[in-house]
């Protein structure tokens, strides 16, 4: 079946540590987009990619990077530089045509 | 003032029970998304509405978008139906559809 896939799902890092979360589709979807989470908040968006090669950020890309090398692959890199790293990070994908959306099941990132 | 806003944010109703979520909206959009999140943290999508109305099993979704509202109504609500239910309004006219999410509504059927 087709599907978003993110791993790991929880995730432990120490404080200053880089670390790269993973999100695989493979739907054919040519849009993809990384959204966080925070307790009692909406999902803000992180960074989105609508082509290959291709990102753009989104409203709270700050202290993040992502690549896009692959249609199927959208990682997202969370850096030193994110104050605030510990949070539920969900990926998705959509195809243009008809806005439908596909989203993960998420990642649980704590930062100790 | 958030650009999606839903009500109420949390609802406990007894199995059986007919529930209504609102969702209103201060921007245009493109369509209008339905999701919910099991305590898991994994999202589904119920439903994508740009106009009218859509059933599915015993959900039913409508969009008025002359008043800039949508419901989610849920029949015969089951124990299993526990979730955080989730609006979130499309901003994008073509490539990209990003979306800009309510708080969500934590509903609880208890049996």
């Known amino acids: 079946d087709g599907g978003i896939t993110q791993s790991p799902k929880y995730l432990f890092r120490k404080e200053g540590q880089n670390v790269t979360l993973s999100c695989e589709q493979n739907?054919?979807?040519?849009?993809m987009y990384w959204y966080r989470q925070d307790p009692g908040q909406g999902l803000r968006l992180i960074y989105y990619s609508q082509i290959v090669n291709d990102f753009q950020k989104g409203d709270i890309a700050e202290g993040y990077s992502v690549s896009r090398e692959k249609k199927e692959s959208f990682p997202l890199t969370v850096t030193s530089a994110q104050k605030n790293p510990t949070a539920f990070y969900l990926c998705?994908?959509?195809?243009?045509?008809?806005?439908?959306?596909?989203f993960g099941s998420g990642t649980r990132l704590t930062v100790v | 003032k958030n650009e999606v806003e839903q009500s109420p944010q949390n609802l406990t109703a007894q199995e059986g029970e007919f529930i209504t979520i609102n969702c209103s909206y201060s921007v245009g959009i493109s369509a209008l998304h339905w999701l919910q999140q099991h305590p898991g943290g994994g999202i589904v999508s119920l439903f994508m509405?740009?106009?009218g109305k859509k059933k599915h099993g015993r959900l039913i979704a409508t969009i008025n978008i002359q008043e800039k509202h949508s419901s989610l109504h849920i029949t015969a609500s089951h124990p299993r139906d526990s979730a955080v239910y989730i609006c979130?309004?499309?901003?994008?006219?073509?490539?990209?559809?990003?979306?800009?999410f309510g708080q969500g509504t934590r509903l609880t059927i208890n049996p």
């Open positions: 998705a994908s959509s195809i243009w045509s008809n806005y439908g959306y596909t």
């Open positions: 979130a309004v499309g901003r994008g006219i073509q490539g990209a559809q990003k979306l800009v």
């Open positions: 739907l054919n979807h040519d849009a």
């Open positions: 509405l740009s106009s």
